[in-house]
């Protein structure tokens, strides 16, 4: 099994930026793409952005040029940057982990850490 643990969630106002963290561990086996995804409420959960060992990204639309997913492979960590925060990224935002080197989620979740966004 994987244990993935988030942090870096909270309350920042419209225009901030936030910083997501997520280490994985307690993974008996290797973990290739790791990503963030949320949740708002009454709404489906959706990719924001992920990231394979070798570098490859993808992310939202709704990401793109707000938001950079990095990682420290040695670590098993992954992180995501956003920035212009709007009120419409409030929602729970979700670590997920693969075991292949595909852009998808994986079936290994974290907990959730709550992100609002105040006008």
């Known amino acids: 099994q994987v244990q993935l643990v988030e942090s870096g969630g909270g309350w920042v106002q419209a225009g901030g930026s936030l910083r997501l963290s997520c280490v994985a561990t307690?993974?008996?086996?290797?973990?290739?793409?790791m990503g963030w995804y949320r949740q708002a409420p009454g709404k489906q959960r959706e990719l924001v952005a992920a990231i394979t060992t070798g570098g490859s990204t993808r992310y939202a639309d709704s990401a793109k040029g707000r938001a950079i997913i990095s990682r420290e492979n040695g670590k098993n960590t992954v992180y995501l940057q956003m920035d212009s925060l709007k009120p419409e990224d409030t929602a729970v935002y979700y670590c997920?982990?693969?075991?292949?080197?595909?852009?998808?989620?994986?079936?290994?979740w974290g907990q959730g850490t709550q992100v609002i966004v105040s006008s």
């Open positions: 307690k993974s008996k086996f290797s973990i290739n793409a």
């Open positions: 997920n982990a693969n075991r292949a080197a595909i852009l998808m989620a994986g079936p290994y």
